[in-house]
Protein backbone atom coordinates (compact mmCIF):
# COMPACT_ATOMS: atom_id res chain seq x y z
CA UNK A 1 0.00 0.00 0.00
CA UNK A 2 2.52 2.36 0.66
CA UNK A 3 4.56 1.92 -2.75
CA UNK A 4 1.07 2.69 -3.97
CA UNK A 5 0.73 6.33 -2.51
CA UNK A 6 4.13 6.84 -3.64
CA UNK A 7 3.28 5.83 -7.49
CA UNK A 8 0.43 8.00 -7.28
CA UNK A 9 2.21 10.75 -5.60
CA UNK A 10 4.81 10.37 -8.38
CA UNK A 11 2.35 10.89 -11.02
CA UNK A 12 0.82 13.54 -9.85
CA UNK A 13 4.04 15.90 -9.83
CA UNK A 14 5.13 14.72 -12.99
CA UNK A 15 1.31 15.37 -14.92
CA UNK A 16 2.17 18.74 -12.51
CA UNK A 17 5.49 19.26 -14.13
CA UNK A 18 4.53 20.93 -17.55
CA UNK A 19 2.75 23.87 -15.61
CA UNK A 20 5.34 24.34 -13.24
CA UNK A 21 7.64 24.66 -15.76
CA UNK A 22 5.90 26.95 -17.70
CA UNK A 23 5.58 29.33 -14.74
CA UNK A 24 9.23 29.01 -13.95
CA UNK A 25 10.01 30.29 -17.82
CA UNK A 26 7.46 32.97 -17.67
CA UNK A 27 9.00 34.01 -14.61
CA UNK A 28 11.94 36.35 -15.63
CA UNK A 29 9.38 37.83 -18.51
CA UNK A 30 7.16 38.84 -15.96
CA UNK A 31 7.47 42.53 -15.64
CA UNK A 32 7.84 44.85 -12.18
CA UNK A 33 6.00 48.35 -13.03
CA UNK A 34 8.92 51.26 -12.50
CA UNK A 35 9.20 55.05 -11.90
CA UNK A 36 12.10 56.69 -13.63
CA UNK A 37 12.77 59.83 -12.21
CA UNK A 38 15.25 62.73 -14.17
CA UNK A 39 15.72 66.28 -12.25
CA UNK A 40 16.91 68.56 -13.65
CA UNK A 41 17.81 72.64 -13.01
CA UNK A 42 19.68 72.42 -10.00
CA UNK A 43 23.42 71.33 -8.80
CA UNK A 44 23.73 67.39 -7.81
CA UNK A 45 23.89 68.25 -3.84
CA UNK A 46 20.38 69.51 -3.97
CA UNK A 47 18.99 67.30 -7.07
CA UNK A 48 20.30 64.26 -3.84
CA UNK A 49 17.84 66.11 -1.88
CA UNK A 50 14.99 66.67 -4.19
CA UNK A 51 15.36 62.83 -5.03
CA UNK A 52 15.21 62.06 -0.93
CA UNK A 53 12.03 64.49 -0.53
CA UNK A 54 10.32 62.82 -3.67
CA UNK A 55 7.74 59.90 -2.62
CA UNK A 56 8.70 58.35 -5.98
CA UNK A 57 11.70 57.24 -4.49
CA UNK A 58 10.62 56.07 -1.10
CA UNK A 59 8.24 53.96 -3.30
CA UNK A 60 10.41 53.00 -5.69
CA UNK A 61 13.11 51.69 -2.54
CA UNK A 62 10.27 50.22 -0.72
CA UNK A 63 9.76 47.72 -3.77
CA UNK A 64 6.16 49.04 -3.48
CA UNK A 65 4.32 47.74 -6.95
CA UNK A 66 2.90 50.87 -8.63
CA UNK A 67 -0.57 51.31 -10.32
CA UNK A 68 -1.42 54.34 -12.44
CA UNK A 69 -3.82 56.32 -9.81
CA UNK A 70 -0.44 55.48 -7.09
CA UNK A 71 1.85 57.22 -9.97
CA UNK A 72 -0.56 60.22 -10.38
CA UNK A 73 -1.12 60.62 -6.77
CA UNK A 74 2.60 60.77 -6.48
CA UNK A 75 3.00 63.20 -9.31
CA UNK A 76 0.68 65.36 -7.74
CA UNK A 77 3.13 66.10 -4.64
CA UNK A 78 6.03 66.73 -7.11
CA UNK A 79 5.29 70.69 -6.16
CA UNK A 80 5.35 70.66 -2.58
CA UNK A 81 7.75 67.70 -2.34
CA UNK A 82 10.63 70.04 -4.63
CA UNK A 83 9.41 72.68 -2.36
CA UNK A 84 10.75 71.59 0.99
CA UNK A 85 13.64 69.94 -0.78
CA UNK A 86 15.33 73.51 -2.17
CA UNK A 87 14.43 75.37 1.85
CA UNK A 88 17.72 73.70 3.43
CA UNK A 89 18.96 75.40 0.47
CA UNK A 90 18.26 79.02 0.95
CA UNK A 91 15.52 78.61 -2.18
CA UNK A 92 12.23 79.55 -1.29
CA UNK A 93 10.26 80.14 -4.44
CA UNK A 94 11.33 77.49 -6.98
CA UNK A 95 9.29 77.52 -10.24
CA UNK A 96 8.93 73.90 -10.79
CA UNK A 97 7.46 72.24 -14.14
CA UNK A 98 7.26 67.87 -13.93
CA UNK A 99 5.51 66.10 -16.72
CA UNK A 100 4.52 62.23 -16.00
CA UNK A 101 4.76 59.51 -18.80
CA UNK A 102 3.15 56.13 -19.39
CA UNK A 103 5.49 54.39 -21.05
CA UNK A 104 3.78 51.14 -21.66
CA UNK A 105 4.29 47.79 -19.87
CA UNK A 106 3.99 49.63 -16.56
CA UNK A 107 6.83 51.71 -16.64
CA UNK A 108 6.42 55.39 -16.14
CA UNK A 109 9.09 58.49 -16.58
CA UNK A 110 9.17 61.89 -14.32
CA UNK A 111 10.92 64.74 -15.67
CA UNK A 112 10.74 67.81 -12.91
CA UNK A 113 12.06 70.94 -14.31
CA UNK A 114 13.74 73.21 -11.40
CA UNK A 115 14.30 77.07 -11.72
CA UNK A 116 15.31 77.71 -7.87
CA UNK A 117 14.88 80.84 -7.99
CA UNK A 118 16.77 83.91 -5.94
CA UNK A 119 18.24 82.21 -2.93
CA UNK A 120 17.56 84.00 0.15
CA UNK A 121 21.31 85.61 0.97
CA UNK A 122 22.85 86.33 4.75
CA UNK A 123 22.46 90.13 4.95
CA UNK A 124 24.33 90.31 8.01
CA UNK A 125 25.98 87.50 10.35
CA UNK A 126 26.74 88.50 13.96
CA UNK A 127 27.85 85.71 16.17
CA UNK A 128 28.78 86.55 19.60
CA UNK A 129 29.60 84.93 22.99
CA UNK A 130 29.49 86.97 25.86
CA UNK A 131 30.32 86.24 29.37
CA UNK A 132 33.42 84.27 31.03
CA UNK A 133 33.85 82.04 27.94
CA UNK A 134 34.39 85.16 25.53
CA UNK A 135 37.96 84.80 25.97
CA UNK A 136 38.29 81.12 25.54
CA UNK A 137 39.73 79.92 22.76
CA UNK A 138 37.90 77.07 21.86
CA UNK A 139 34.98 79.54 21.36
CA UNK A 140 37.52 81.80 19.62
CA UNK A 141 37.90 79.75 16.96
CA UNK A 142 34.32 78.54 16.50
CA UNK A 143 33.50 82.22 15.65
CA UNK A 144 36.53 83.19 13.95
CA UNK A 145 36.05 80.09 11.24
CA UNK A 146 32.45 80.02 10.87
CA UNK A 147 31.12 78.10 8.04
CA UNK A 148 28.56 81.10 6.77
CA UNK A 149 29.40 84.76 6.48
CA UNK A 150 27.13 88.15 4.85
CA UNK A 151 26.51 87.78 1.52
CA UNK A 152 26.57 84.01 0.93
CA UNK A 153 23.08 81.95 0.02
CA UNK A 154 21.54 80.94 3.33
CA UNK A 155 22.16 76.95 4.00
CA UNK A 156 20.55 75.79 6.93
CA UNK A 157 23.38 72.84 7.83
CA UNK A 158 26.26 75.83 7.94
CA UNK A 159 23.55 77.23 10.61
CA UNK A 160 22.64 74.79 12.36
CA UNK A 161 26.74 73.50 12.50
CA UNK A 162 27.53 76.94 14.08
CA UNK A 163 24.47 76.30 16.63
CA UNK A 164 25.71 72.66 17.76
CA UNK A 165 29.69 73.98 17.65
CA UNK A 166 28.66 76.18 20.23
CA UNK A 167 26.40 74.60 21.92
CA UNK A 168 28.33 71.94 22.44
CA UNK A 169 31.37 73.68 23.82
CA UNK A 170 29.12 75.34 26.05
CA UNK A 171 27.64 71.89 27.26
CA UNK A 172 31.55 70.25 27.33
CA UNK A 173 33.29 73.25 28.98
CA UNK A 174 31.14 75.07 30.98
Not at 47 to 56: E, H, I, W
Not at 74 to 84: K, S
Not at 150 to 156: E, I, K
Amino acid sequence: MAQRNFLSRGRRVLRRAPGLLLCLLAGPLAHAASVTVEVRGVPDEVRDNVLAFLSFERYRRGGVDLNADTVERLHNRVDREVDAALRPFGFYEPKVESTLTDQGHGDWRVVIDINPGPPVLVANMDVRVTGPGESDPLFRRIVDNLPMHSGDRLSHAAYEAIKADLQRTAATYG
